[in-house]
C-alpha cells in the first residue's frame, strides 16, 4: 500500500527496525567523483544555487498564500447543544474567528464536515521497549462538501495517509497533511473537495511510544516472586484516545470499530469486545482480531496487554463477566466479591432500566497504576487494584463500601455514559451524575441494611458537595466549554456530587416509581447516540403528563443546573399572623462580600421544592410540599402555638440550606436534648451540618451550632454522629494552631466520653469478618473511637498504644480491621520513631493493596518534622509509592499542625514536578491543591499563596482560584468569628 510521506526525521521510535523499504530502495549510491572532471567555474555554481533558493522561496509562498486563502466550504454552523440532532458547531469556541475562518483545525471543536461511521484499527505492541505501531482504516461520511478532513492526533508520528473513495483502490490527490499541536489535531488537505454524501476511507500509518504517564496508551508495572512484570492499557477518558491512534475524539462521533492487536504470546490481549479471532505466528507472535462494536466514542475504548490470570462467572441472561488481575490476587481470591456483585449488578441494571446489557460480555481489570479509581470503558472496566480487589481478613467497613460503590458507578456506566452518551462535554454530568447517584441505589439492592441512599448520601455526598459549592468561585454544572483545558475543568465533584443530589431531587418530588419510568423512556430513545440534559428532561415531563401532572421539568431544573451555587432557605413566624410562615431565598455563599465570578449572585432565583413539617415534644405532622418561586413568600401551614417548631427539607431530599428565626432554633435544640428521635435520623445530620455551615458562613451565631452539639450523648444512631465527626473535624482544622486550643479538645471530649464508654472498641481481629456486627453499630463506634483518640481520651490513646505494642512483640496483627488506620495513626503520633520505622517496613513487605494504603497513609501521623520531610521525599518515589498515592501521602501531612507547614513548602518547591506527572488527570492536581491549601488559614501563608500563584502565572485556573477563596474564608474567620467561638467554649466549660 502506497502512502503520502511526511518529512523524514530520525526516528527512534523503529522498533528495532529500519526505514520501511519503499525508503531504502530509493538510496542510491554515488561513485566518488574527481577533481578533473569538475570544469563548472565557481560563478556559475553560485548562479545557479541562488536561482534555486529563488524557486524554492517563491514555491513555499505561493503555497502557504494557496492555503491561507482556500475556502473550507462552509463547515461551521451552530454548535451541538442539547439536541441529538447531528448539526455543525458554532465558532464561538475561538475569539480570533475572523482571522481563522479558513483553518477549520484551528478551532476547538471539529469541523463538522465529515463524520466517522467506523474504525477498522490493527496495532503491533513492542512491549521489550515500550512501542507500538498502527494502522488505522477511517470510513467517513461527507456532510458537507469540503477538502479538509480534520481529526484528533496528539503526539503520534504519523508516517503516512492515504484517502480513497468507497469501493474504489485508487487514491485521491493530497495536497499535504500537517499536525497542528496547539489543538491536538492533524489535518489533511486535498486536492479536490469530497463531495457531500460520499462515503471515503481515511488510511493512517503512524507510531508512538506507550507512554510512561497514565493517560492514552501507558505502562505500569508489578512485582511478583522477586521479578517485575509489565502491562500496558488505555485510559482514553476525556480526550485521550488521540494519543494512540487518529480519530474524532469528541463524543458525539460515534462509530463502530474493529480492533486488531498483534503481540507476543507471553501475554495476553484484552478489548471491548471478545475474541473473534487469533493468529499464531512466527517468532513468538500472536494476533487476536476482536469483534466488532456496536456504535460508540472513543473515550470508552480501550484495550490492555498484560500477563493477569482471571476469573469469571456468567449472568442468567448469559453475559460473560471476567475478573484480570495478578495472579496471586486471583489465587487469594481477592477479587470474588468484585466479580459477584457485577454478575448481581448487570442483572439489576437490566431490570431497572428495562434494557438488556449491550454487550456479549464484561471483563474488570485489575491494575496497579491508574490515574482514577476506575474508568467505565464498555466491555471492559478498568479499576485501580485498590479500588476493587478485597481482602476480607484486613477490609474494613469503609474499604468494604468503597469497593462495592467504585463498582456500581462503573456497571451503571454501561448504560448512562455507554450506551447513552452526552453530547458534549458541558453535560459531562449527565452520566457522572447518574452514576454516582446509583452508587447508592445499586448498594442498596446488593446490602438493603446499609439504606445507603437515605442516611450515607447526605454524609459522604450531599454536605460535602454543598461546601465546595458554596464558594463564590464554583460553577453552574452545566458549563460551557470552549477551551480545551475547559474540558478537564468539567469533571470535578459539581459534576459528579452535585449532579447526583440533583438527579435525588428530581427522583423525590417526581416519585421514585414514575421517575425510574421516565429514565426508561431516556435510555430507550437516545440508545446508540447521544443526548443533552433538555432530552432527559423532555422525557421526565412526557412521563409525568402521562399520570396527570403537568411540571415543566425543564424551567424547574435550569435554574439548577444553569446558575451556580445553592439558596439557603429562611423559615420564619410572621409578625402580624402566627400562623403563617415566611420563606426566604437567597444564595448561599461562605462570603458576603465576594461577588460571584459568573454575576451578580443577587438575581439568583430558584424553583424550590420545600417540603415543611411542624411538631413538638411528642410528636411530628406529615410533611406539606410547597413550591418557592419568588424571593420571599408566605404560607400558611397549620397551627403554630409558642411551643411548636417547624422544620425544612424533610430527609435533605433539596439541595439547599435551611436557617429558622433563633426562636425555632432554640426549640429545635430542646428537641434534640429531650426527645431527639422525633426529628428523622437524615434531619437531625442536616440540622447539625446546616447550622455549622451557616455559622460559619455568618448567617448564625457560632453558639448554635455547639449546642446543638451537646445532645449527642443521646444519640445513638451513626448518621448524626457521622455528621458531627465531619465538621467537628473541619473545625479542628481551622482552630489547632490556636493558643486555647485545648479549650476546644475539652469541649468535644465532653461530647463524646460518655459514648466511648458505652461503645468501647470491636472484638479481636482473630476470625473476625468484614461486618463484624450490624453496619450502623460498627460505623458509629468507629466515629466515636476517631474523636475519642484525635481529641485526647486517655484510654483511647492507651488501648491504641497498647494494640501496636502487642503486633510489634508477637508478629501478629491481631487489630480489628475497622479501626487499624485509627490506632496506627494514634500510635506513630504518641509513641517513638521506633513505631515509624516498623510501619514503614510493614509497608513495604506488605502485598496486600488496602493494608499498605493504611499503612503509608499513618506515617504522615509522626509529630517529627524529619520523619514528616522523609515521607514527602519517598513519596515521589514511584518504585516505593504507587502514582496514585503520593498525592494521598502528601493531603495526609498537611492535615495535621505538625506537618501543614512542611507540605504546604514541599508542595511548592515540587510542584513542576507534580504538574508534569499529573497535570493531564482529572481530579488529581485539583485534589493536592486543594489538600495541601485549604487549611492555611494565617494572613501570611494567604500571602505566600497569592505571590506563588501569581508566578506560575496560574490566576486563572479554577482550582487555583477556589484555593486563594478558602483560604481568604479561613482568614476572614479568624478575624471575624474565631473569638466569638472561643468566648463561648469558655464560658460553656465553666458553667
Known amino acids: 500500500m502506497s502512502f503520502t510521506q511526511m518529512v523524514i526525521e530520525e526516528d527512534s521510535m523503529r522498533n528495532g527496525r529500519g526505514l520501511s523499504d519503499q525508503w531504502a530502495d530509493s538510496v542510491v549510491?554515488?561513485?566518488?567523483?574527481?577533481?578533473?572532471?569538475?570544469?563548472?567555474?565557481?560563478?556559475?555554481?553560485?548562479?545557479?544555487?541562488?536561482?534555486?533558493?529563488?524557486?524554492?522561496?517563491?514555491?513555499?509562498?505561493?503555497?502557504?498564500?494557496?492555503?491561507?486563502?482556500?475556502?473550507?466550504?462552509?463547515?461551521?454552523?451552530?454548535?451541538?447543544?442539547?439536541?441529538?440532532?447531528?448539526?455543525?458547531?458554532?465558532?464561538?469556541?475561538?475569539?480570533?474567528?475572523?482571522?481563522?475562518?479558513?483553518?477549520?483545525?484551528?478551532?476547538?471543536?471539529?469541523?463538522?464536515?465529515?463524520?466517522?461511521?467506523?474504525?477498522?484499527?490493527n496495532i503491533t505492541?513492542?512491549?521489550?521497549?515500550?512501542?507500538?505501531?498502527?494502522?488505522?482504516?477511517?470510513?467517513?461520511?461527507?456532510?458537507?462538501?469540503?477538502?479538509?478532513?480534520?481529526?484528533?492526533?496528539?503526539?503520534?508520528?504519523?508516517?503516512?495517509?492515504?484517502?480513497?473513495?468507497e469501493n474504489?483502490?485508487?487514491?485521491?490527490?493530497?495536497?499535504?497533511?500537517?499536525?497542528?499541536?496547539?489543538?491536538?489535531?492533524?489535518?489533511?488537505?486535498?486536492?479536490?473537495?469530497?463531495?457531500?454524501?460520499?462515503?471515503?476511507?481515511v488510511t493512517l500509518n503512524y507510531g508512538a511510544f506507550?507512554?510512561?504517564?497514565?493517560?492514552?496508551?501507558?505502562?505500569?508495572?508489578?512485582?511478583?516472586?522477586?521479578?517485575?512484570?509489565?502491562?500496558?492499557?488505555?485510559?482514553?477518558?476525556?480526550?485521550?484516545?488521540?494519543?494512540?491512534?487518529?480519530?474524532?475524539?469528541?463524543?458525539?462521533?460515534?462509530?463502530?470499530?474493529?480492533?486488531?492487536?498483534?503481540?507476543?504470546?507471553?501475554?495476553?490481549?484484552?478489548?471491548?469486545?471478545?475474541?473473534?479471532?487469533?493468529?499464531?505466528?512466527?517468532?513468538?507472535?500472536?494476533?487476536?482480531?476482536?469483534?466488532?462494536?456496536?456504535?460508540?466514542?472513543?473515550?470508552?475504548?480501550?484495550?490492555a496487554i498484560c500477563n493477569f490470570t482471571y476469573k469469571e462467572t456468567v449472568t442468567d441472561s448469559g453475559i460473560t463477566v471476567g475478573l484480570y488481575a495478578r495472579p496471586d490476587a486471583i489465587q487469594q481470591g481477592s477479587g470474588d466479591y468484585a466479580l459477584n456483585i457485577t454478575k448481581r449488578l448487570l442483572e439489576f441494571y437490566e431490570d431497572y432500566f428495562n434494557i438488556s446489557y449491550s454487550l456479549p460480555k464484561l471483563d474488570l481489570l485489575a491494575v496497579p497504576k491508574f490515574p482514577y479509581a476506575a474508568m467505565e470503558n464498555?466491555?471492559?472496566?478498568?479499576?485501580?487494584?485498590?479500588?476493587?480487589?478485597?481482602?476480607?481478613?484486613?477490609?474494613?467497613?469503609?474499604y468494604f463500601l468503597d469497593v462495592t460503590m467504585v463498582v456500581v458507578h462503573e456497571i451503571c456506566h454501561q448504560w448512562f455514559g455507554d450506551l447513552v452518551t452526552p453530547i458534549w462535554w458541558e453535560d459531562v454530568w449527565l452520566k457522572e451524575g447518574f452514576a454516582h447517584y446509583f452508587e447508592y441505589i445499586g448498594t442498596d439492592y446488593l446490602h438493603p441494611e446499609f439504606n445507603m441512599e437515605k442516611q450515607r448520601f447526605l454524609t459522604d455526598n450531599l454536605h460535602e458537595v454543598m461546601v465546595l459549592d458554596g464558594l463564590a468561585s464554583s460553577h453552574p454544572i452545566s458549563q460551557e466549554v470552549l477551551q480545551a483545558t475547559d474540558i478537564d475543568r468539567v469533571f470535578?465533584?459539581?459534576?459528579?456530587?452535585?449532579?447526583?443530589?440533583?438527579?435525588?431531587?428530581?427522583?423525590?418530588?417526581?416519585?421514585?416509581?414514575?421517575?425510574?419510568k421516565g429514565l426508561q423512556a431516556f435510555l430507550t430513545a437516545h440508545m446508540y447516540g447521544n443526548a443533552g440534559r433538555n432530552d432527559l428532561w423532555n422525557k421526565l415531563r412526557e412521563t409525568l403528563q402521562k399520570i396527570g401532572k403537568n411540571i415543566n421539568i425543564k424551567e424547574v431544573m435550569d435554574c439548577w443546573t444553569l446558575q451556580m451555587g445553592y439558596p439557603v432557605v429562611t423559615i420564619v413566624r410572621n409578625e402580624k399572623n402566627v400562623d403563617i410562615l415566611t420563606i426566604t431565598q437567597e444564595h448561599f455563599l461562605y462570603d458576603h462580600n465576594r461577588k460571584s465570578t459568573n454575576s451578580s449572585n443577587s438575581s439568583y432565583l430558584w424553583k424550590i421544592p420545600l417540603s415543611v413539617a411542624v411538631g413538638n415534644l411528642s410528636h411530628i405532622s406529615t410533611e406539606t410540599m410547597i413550591w418557592i418561586n419568588n424571593k420571599t413568600e408566605n404560607h400558611q401551614i397549620g397551627m403554630l402555638d409558642e411551643n411548636i417548631w417547624f422544620l425544612g427539607n424533610l430527609n435533605q431530599t433539596g439541595y439547599f440550606r435551611v436557617n429558622y428565626d433563633l426562636k425555632n432554633w432554640r426549640l429545635l435544640i430542646e428537641q434534640l436534648m429531650t426527645k431527639p428521635e422525633v426529628i428523622s435520623v437524615g434531619n437531625r445530620a442536616g440540622l447539625i451540618d446546616d447550622a455549622f455551615n451557616l455559622a460559619r458562613a455568618g448567617y448564625l451565631p457560632q453558639s448554635i451550632p455547639l449546642e446543638i452539639i451537646k445532645y449527642l450523648h443521646k444519640e445513638k444512631e451513626f448518621l448524626p454522629w457521622h455528621a458531627a465527626s465531619n465538621v467537628l473535624l473541619y473545625l479542628d482544622r481551622l482552630v489547632d494552631r490556636n493558643k486555647e486550643y485545648n479549650i476546644f479538645k475539652q469541649y468535644v471530649v465532653q461530647q463524646v466520653a460518655s459514648m466511648y464508654l458505652a461503645l468501647g472498641w470491636p472484638e479481636d481481629a482473630a476470625n473476625s469478618s468484614v461486618v463484624q456486627a450490624s453496619y450502623q453499630t460498627e460505623e458509629l463506634r468507629r466515629n466515636v473511637l476517631l474523636l475519642s483518640c484525635k481529641f485526647g481520651i486517655v484510654h483511647c490513646h492507651s488501648k491504641a498504644t497498647l494494640l501496636l505494642s502487642k503486633w510489634m512483640e508477637t508478629g501478629q496483627n491481631r487489630i480489628p480491621p475497622n479501626v487499624r488506620d485509627i490506632v496506627y495513626c494514634a500510635g506513630i503520633s504518641l509513641m517513638d520513631d521506633n513505631v515509624w520505622e516498623f510501619i514503614w517496613s510493614k509497608y513495604q513487605s506488605s502485598t496486600v493493596v488496602l493494608e499498605r494504603k493504611i499503612l503509608l497513609e499513618s506515617l504522615a501521623c509522626s509529630k517529627n518534622p524529619l520523619l514528616l520531610s522523609r515521607l514527602l521525599n519517598l513519596s515521589l518515589s514511584s518504585q516505593l509509592v504507587p502514582d496514585q498515592n503520593a498525592i494521598d501521602v502528601i493531603i495526609h501531612v498537611a492535615k495535621y499542625p505538625n506537618g501543614r507547614d512542611l507540605a504546604w513548602k514541599f508542595f511548592q518547591e515540587k510542584w513542576a514536578t507534580f504538574n508534569s506527572r499529573f497535570g493531564e488527570a482529572l481530579f488529581i492536581i485539583t485534589r493536592l491543591i486543594k489538600g495541601v491549601t485549604e487549611f492555611l488559614s494565617t494572613e501570611v501563608e494567604f500571602n505566600e499563596l497569592k505571590s506563588f500563584v501569581k508566578n506560575l502565572r496560574?490566576?486563572?485556573?479554577?482550582?487555583?482560584?477556589?484555593?486563594?477563596?478558602?483560604?481568604?474564608?479561613?482568614?476572614?474567620?479568624h478575624d471575624q468569628l474565631e473569638d466569638e467561638l472561643f468566648q463561648w467554649l469558655r464560658n460553656s466549660l465553666n458553667s
Open 125 to 165: 505492541v513492542f512491549m521489550d521497549n515500550f512501542t507500538f505501531s498502527g494502522v488505522v482504516s477511517i470510513q467517513i461520511d461527507c456532510v458537507k462538501s469540503t477538502r479538509y478532513i480534520v481529526l484528533h492526533a496528539d503526539k503520534l508520528r504519523i508516517k503516512g495517509v492515504e484517502v480513497t473513495v
Open 954 to 973: 496560574k490566576g486563572e485556573d479554577a482550582s487555583f482560584t477556589q484555593a486563594i477563596e478558602i483560604v481568604d474564608s479561613n482568614v476572614r474567620w
Open 29 to 121: 549510491v554515488r561513485p566518488r567523483t574527481t577533481e578533473r572532471h569538475i570544469t563548472v567555474h565557481r560563478r556559475l555554481v553560485l548562479g545557479f544555487a541562488i536561482s534555486i533558493l529563488g524557486l524554492i522561496i517563491v514555491t513555499i509562498i505561493a503555497v502557504l498564500l494557496s492555503v491561507k486563502f482556500e475556502e473550507c466550504g462552509n463547515e461551521s454552523s451552530a454548535r451541538v447543544g442539547n439536541t441529538t440532532a447531528y448539526n455543525g458547531r458554532e465558532s464561538s469556541s475561538n475569539p480570533n474567528r475572523s482571522k481563522t475562518a479558513g483553518q477549520p483545525w484551528a478551532q476547538l471543536r471539529l469541523p463538522a464536515s465529515v463524520k466517522p461511521s467506523h474504525y477498522d484499527l
Open 378 to 398: 464498555w466491555g471492559l472496566s478498568v479499576f485501580v487494584e485498590e479500588r476493587i480487589l478485597l481482602d476480607t481478613e484486613v477490609s474494613s467497613i469503609s
Open 168 to 201: 474504489r483502490s485508487a487514491p485521491l490527490g493530497l495536497r499535504r497533511y500537517f499536525l497542528y499541536p496547539q489543538n491536538q489535531m492533524l489535518v489533511i488537505i486535498l486536492t479536490h473537495d469530497l463531495k457531500a454524501h460520499q462515503r471515503y476511507t
Open 210 to 303: 506507550i507512554a510512561d504517564e497514565l493517560l492514552g496508551f501507558f505502562r505500569s508495572s508489578y512485582v511478583t516472586a522477586g521479578e517485575r512484570r509489565y502491562l500496558a492499557v488505555t485510559q482514553f477518558s476525556p480526550t485521550h484516545a488521540r494519543k494512540t491512534f487518529p480519530c474524532f475524539d469528541e463524543p458525539v462521533y460515534k462509530a463502530t470499530f474493529r480492533i486488531g492487536i498483534k503481540y507476543q504470546d507471553t501475554y495476553l490481549a484484552l478489548s471491548n469486545m471478545p475474541v473473534d479471532v487469533t493468529t499464531h505466528e512466527e517468532g513468538g507472535w500472536v494476533t487476536d482480531r476482536f469483534v466488532q462494536t456496536p456504535r460508540m466514542s472513543t473515550y470508552y475504548l480501550a484495550w
Open 492 to 516: 470535578d465533584w459539581i459534576a459528579y456530587k452535585k449532579g447526583a443530589a440533583l438527579i435525588r431531587m428530581v427522583a423525590n418530588f417526581m416519585g421514585q416509581n414514575v421517575f425510574q
